[in-house]
Every structure is written in C-alpha cells, then in structure tokens.
C-alpha cells in the first residue's frame, strides 16, 4: 500500500468569503487571503513584503491608514466605517492587534434604509450627493435642524499643499462630520468646499456644540483658523426648504465675513507676525528648532519633520517631528552621516538653495534607507550661520505622495531665514532681550529675501543707527528702541505687491502710492507684536519724512519727525545709495557722503547730518565702527541687489 500523500495546508482565513490581510509592524503585507487576491486582481507574491500602501491597487484612504497605525501603536481593536471608491458603498474594517502587527477583517456593509445605490454618495467623501440628499428629505419627520457648512481657506489648502492635499483635506473633515454626527442626521456634499447637514429635533445648540467639538480636534488650514464655518436653521414641517437653507446660508456668510474681508496675504503676514512673537517664548535653540520643526509640520500636513546639523564632512538628525503613528525618520538621531551620500540634504549644502521631489523614490540621489520606509515626497532647505550653510530642514511623506508646491517652497525658505537669525541671536545673546530682538532682525532679513535687498541690509543700518545714536548720546532704553525700529523698518513691503516692489524701471504715481503705503501698513501691522515702545513705531512710521517737510506719510517738518526717524533716515539712504540695483549702479562711498551733506537741512536733521559725517570720518578708510569688525558700513557691489523706494534710487520721489 503506497503512502498517502499529505493535502496542501489551506489558511482558514481563505475559507472566508471577504477580504482578510496581515500586516507586519513595518506596515508590509504578511498574508492575504485567496479571497481579496481575487478582489484585488493579484496574485499572493505579488503582495507579501510590499507595504499596504504600495500593494493597494487604489489609493488608500487616510483614516484608513490612521486606523490602522493607532492599532500598531497601541495594539487595541478597533472599528470603522467607510465609503469605498472601488467598492461604491459602505464597507466595514475591523482591526485586530496580531503579535506585533496585525490583521484586517474587510467586509461590503448592507445600506437597507431606502436601499441606495453607489449613485447616491460623492466619490471622494462618502456622503450623499445632491439629489440624494433632496431624496431622502422626503422621508424625514419635522422639525430638524438645517446647517450649512463651508471649508475655510480651501484655495489656500490647494496652493500650500496641492490638490492632492485639498482633497485630503476635504475628506478629513467629512470622515469627522460623518463620524461625530448621529445616525439619523444626513450629511451631504453641497458644492466643491460646502456640505449641508439635516438633524432631527429643534435644538439648534445641541448641533452647535457638536460642530464645535468636531472643529477644535480637527487640524485647521492655518494657524488660528479652524478647519470650517456654519450656519444653521430650524426647519419647520410647513416651511419650504428653501427658506430655511437661505436663514442657514446667511448665518453661515456672516460668520465668513471675516475671511471675505482679509486682503491677499493677510494670513500669511500674521502668521509671519506670529511666528516672530512666538520666539519670545524659546530661550533655548533646542527649543526654538523643535518648535519650527512642529510648526511645519501642521502647516504643510506632512508625515516627517527633521532638522539635519552639517557637521565638516558629516551630518546628523538632532530634532525630529512626525505625525502619529509614522515611523520616525531613518536614519535616526544623532546618527551620523558620510555628507556626500545624505542625497538631498547634500545637494542643498552644495547649492545653498532648496531642493525637492514629489515623487523621491524617482530620482538618482535617493537613500535607500528612505526609499524602504517608504518616503514618497521630500523637501530640504538649507540654514546658514555666518554665511555657511550649517544646518537643514527636511520635510517628508510616507507611503503617500504630496505635491511640493512654490508656495511651501517659499515658506520653507522664510522659516530657515528666521530659524537662523534667530540661532545666532541666541547664541550671541543669552539675555531675554534678545529673544525679542531675534524675531525683529528675522523679519527684516525675510523682508531682503522677498524682494532681493541688498545682503545684509537691515543688519548694516541698524549697526550704523545705533553706533550714530551713541555718538549724539541716547541712552540705553532709546538705543534699543532705534535698533528694534532699524529691524523693523519695511514691515510693510509685505504689503506691497510683487510687481511694485521689484520693478527695475519708473514707477507710475499710482504704483509710487502704493509703495509709500508700506511705512503706514508697517506700522499698523508693528502694533500688533506685544512690547514695542512708541518710539519703535516711531521709526518704521516716520523714517521716509523729510525735514524741509516734503516727506511722507504725515508730511511732518523739523524737530516734529520723532528724533529715533530722524537718525534712522540717514543710515538708511546712504546704505541704498552705495548699494546696487538693477536701474542703477552702486555710488562711490565719497559720492554718498556729498549727497549726504548737500540734502543737509533738506532730506536730513543738520545737526545729525554733522553727526553722520563725523562717525564716518572716524570710521577711516571705510572701515568698520567699533565693536563690531565684522560688519562694514557700506558695500560697493553686494551679491543680491535689488529695488528700493528711498529717494536717491528712486528719482520720482523728489
């Protein structure tokens, strides 16, 4: 008799007629049973080891992902409910913990009530689309309560993150709307960024709050601003729909006021304001690094954030940030690198400007060990120290692309500019002061980045005014409100459209308005950094005044231009007159100096005019006042010249 022969062993998970997988700790796909190798179209070796992400033949939903890594993490089972784009119709996971990883239990959920088709949800949020939701209104018993809901800054989403990130961003705050509201209210998407919502019962504050939890545990598309606006209604049985949607949709547009008023950029420049303030807050630099490392990663909704140290011919992470549930950045602190084999974060050292992918596994220079865990899309700008690019900020995605827009390019830039001012501030000066100093030079370095002011600039002139301001005796309280307004000056070039501010040629009298705007938007946007003194607002209001009373804003003669102005005003023309730019050629330091003197009693304070001449006599040969070598008073060719509004560049002025 001829031995049998043993039957293939069969996983009892193939027996089951719905989708069923593993996953390992690292997310990579352990076993998938025969029925989703059907579903799925695969075959099983195709699948085992690849990350879920990568298998999938569809693109995973985020809170899918979400529920997924809260297991791993906490190894709890846990439950979801969710519209599936292939499926069309509600499907239902279960997540068990399995040793270390763990195991997913798909199954296609029966919708009885009214039995709707896959026609009746959005594609991308799972919610009802428009006629289904005037549908099932037919079935609804009265009152109910009628809101109207509207995604703030949803344009601004799609410029920082891309569309891609909007979407994200849409179906995060639907999965959460969906999630919190009761089973019986109906949630439908409205338009592209509004979605309407139909409760039972009269009790509009009940919803009120509801609303108002779910907005707070949601992120917001900015600092400050939450993630959506409502307005709401009782619908009553004899009253049309109509009605009570137009009631709902005007408590919804005065509630959105506020974000129809803001002009272009208004966001961007309180969070600029912002961000400065917030520096008062770190004494330490590993404070202050980790808190940047924070901001960016809410801001632009990446999954890793990283601060890379150049060390010579080395470099290593030391403070890292990441959403939960993702791995953290490989490789991993403190861990040292050969430079030349970091990939991106070498090409930004070598080029001292920013670089980036949204597909990183594409390209040449890619780090295997990133590749592996599954960085998809990748950002590196670089942070210099004294002119040497010491440092950089490394934003990542994980098993999921995102496009890398110009608009978090620019941030980025911004941020590693105030990062590293306000570094070396703090490595210079340990005392509180500074700290409030470091956001003020910040600002006006980001303000010679946006429109290519001379390098420097801000720190030079705020050198000379305060080494002038001592020469005619302030004290140390004055001395340090001029220095605090030097940095402040042009605040309000923020303000000042791009085609404005770097137009090589003549401006128009209309586009010379706008430019001799910045010193009063400068000013109004000064008042609102907690601290500053009168005489600091002083300067950034008054510095374009004229002592013959030909100047601007207030048109202000004499001794009535606040004296920290006066001193400031010389400082500042003379550094534009020996500056280049690009409709004219840096002016000799002998050349300044006379114009300087022939606009005595004129442009300038004759008394601080004589005062100016003679620091600058004693300064000799054009060097460098004392106490600070390091810093010139001038420069006949700087590498970045750009335009500037004082009068010497700009001979519409007179």
């Known amino acids: ?44 070796h195709e699948l085992l080891g690849r990350t879920y992400e990568d298998a999938l033949p569809t693109k995973a939903m985020p809170e899918v992902m979400t529920a997924f890594r809260h297991v791993l993490n906490t190894q709890q089972r846990t439950e979801l409910e969710v519209f599936g784009d292939r499926h069309q119709g509600w499907i239902g996971l279960i997540v068990y913990p399995d040793d270390g990883g763990l195991t997913v239990h798909v199954r296609r959920l029966p919708r009885s009530a009214g039995n709707p088709t896959s026609t009746d949800f959005d594609a ?8 289904a939701f005037m549908q099932a209104q037919r079935t609804l018993s009265f009152p109910n309560i009628l809101a109207v809901i509207d995604l703030n800054l949803l344009k601004s989403v799609n410029t920082l993150r891309g569309h891609s990130g909007g979407d994200a961003y849409i179906r995060a705050v639907a999965h959460a709307l969906r999630e919190a509201l009761p089973a019986e209210a109906l949630i439908c998407r409205w338009g592209g960024d509004e979605f309407v919502i139909l409760t039972p019962g009269p009790n509009q504050q009940a919803l009120r709050d509801l609303l108002g939890e779910t907005n707070r545990a949601l992120p917001g598309p900015m600092q400050g601003v939450e993630a ?43 969070a600029l304001v912002t961000f400065s303030q917030e520096l008062e807050a770190f004494r330490d630099p590993g404070d202050l690094i980790q808190h940047a490392l924070n901001r960016l990663l809410g801001v632009f909704d990446v999954d890793q954030a990283a601060y890379a140290t150049i060390d010579g011919n080395e470099a290593f992470f030391s403070h890292q940030a990441r959403r939960e549930g993702v791995p953290l950045a490989q490789p991993g602190l403190n861990v040292r690198m050969a430079l030349a084999g ?49 440092a950089a900020i490394v934003l990542r995605t994980v098993n999921r692309w995102q496009t890398i827009t110009p608009q978090m390019r620019k941030i980025m830039e911004l941020t590693a500019l105030r990062l590293e001012h306000a570094l070396e501030l703090r490595r210079a000066v340990g005392e509180v002061r500074s700290t409030l100093e470091a956001g003020m030079l910040t600002l006006g370095i980001v303000l010679e980045a946006r429109d290519f002011e001379t390098s420097g ?23 340090h409100h001029l220095r605090q307004g030097a940095y402040l000056h042009d605040l309000g070039k923020l303000c000042v459209p791009d085609e404005i501010l770097r137009k090589p040629g003549r401006l128009t009298p209309q586009e010379w308005s706008v430019m001799q705007s910045h010193v009063v938007k400068g000013h109004e946007l000064a008042t609102r950094i907690a601290g500053l003194a009168v005489e600091t607002l002083q300067v950034i209001r008054s510095h374009h005044e004229r002592w013959d009373g030909g100047g601007y804003p207030d048109g202000l003669v004499g001794t009535a231009i606040p004296l920290n102005a006066r001193i400031f005003a010389v400082c500042d023309v003379y550094d534009a007159l020996i500056s280049e730019r690009p409709y004219k050629h840096a002016w000799s330091h002998e050349d300044a100096l006379s114009e300087i003197r022939g606009q005595s009693g004129r442009q300038f304070d004759p008394a601080i005019t004589r005062a100016f001449l003679s620091l600058m006599q004693r300064s000799g040969d054009h060097g460098s006042p004392p106490g600070d070598g390091q810093i010139k008073l001038f420069r006949s060719s700087p590498p970045f010249p750009q335009p500037d509004t004082d009068y010497a560049d700009r001979p519409e002025a007179l």
């Open 342 to 390: 970091t990939g991106m974060i070498d090409t930004a050292h070598r080029t001292r400007t920013t670089v980036w992918s949204t597909d990183y596994p594409s390209i040449s220079n890619s780090m295997s060990v990133m590749v592996e865990q599954g960085v998809k899309s990748a950002i590196v700008t670089p942070v210099l120290s004294q002119g040497q690019v010491t």
């Open 228 to 270: 959506f606006t409502a307005g709401m209604a009782v619908w009553e049985v004899k009253t049309a729909y109509e009605r009570a949607f137009a009631i709902a949709d005007e408590h919804l547009q005065l509630q959105k006021e506020q974000f129809r008023e803001a002009t272009p950029g208004e966001h961007e420049i309180d």
């Open 1 to 44: 008799m001829s031995p049998s022969v043993p039957h293939a062993t069969v996983h009892p998970f193939d027996r089951v007629e719905d989708i069923m997988f593993s996953l390992d700790a690292n997310e990579r796909l352990t076993f998938v049973n025969a029925f989703a190798l059907k579903a799925w179209g695969k075959e099983r």
């Open 124 to 131: 991308l949020t799972g919610c009802l689309t428009r006629t």
């Open 457 to 479: 600039h801000t720190h030079r002139v705020a050198t000379m005014a305060e080494r002038l301001g001592e020469d005619l005796g302030l004290n140390t309280a004055d001395l």
